[in-house]
């Protein structure tokens, strides 16, 4: 339970810190975001902490190969 209360806290921050228009208050999102994560990262559930990790990977592998397919028939 923890974990995913971190887990929404540091969501929440990275949404607050990209509509931020004050740069302090982005900083301080953007913080509040990384140590949320990390400690998310230290009390998950192995589960957890895999989709955290993988999801990235995949998103990115994904628009790779989206990108690689429009070079290709373009």
Do not use: Q, Y
Not at 10 to 17: D, G, H, K, Q
Not at 22 to 49: H, N, R, Y
């Amino acid at each position: 339970m923890f974990s995913l209360i971190t887990l929404t806290i540091a969501s929440v921050s990275v949404f607050l810190s990209f509509k931020a228009k004050e740069d302090v208050f982005k900083a301080a999102m953007g913080c509040t975001a990384t140590l949320s994560t990390f400690v998310t990262l230290v009390v998950a559930p192995w589960i957890l902490k895999l989709a955290i990790l993988a999801i990235p990977i995949l998103i990115i592998d994904r628009l790779n190969n989206k990108t690689t397919e429009e070079s290709t028939h373009g």
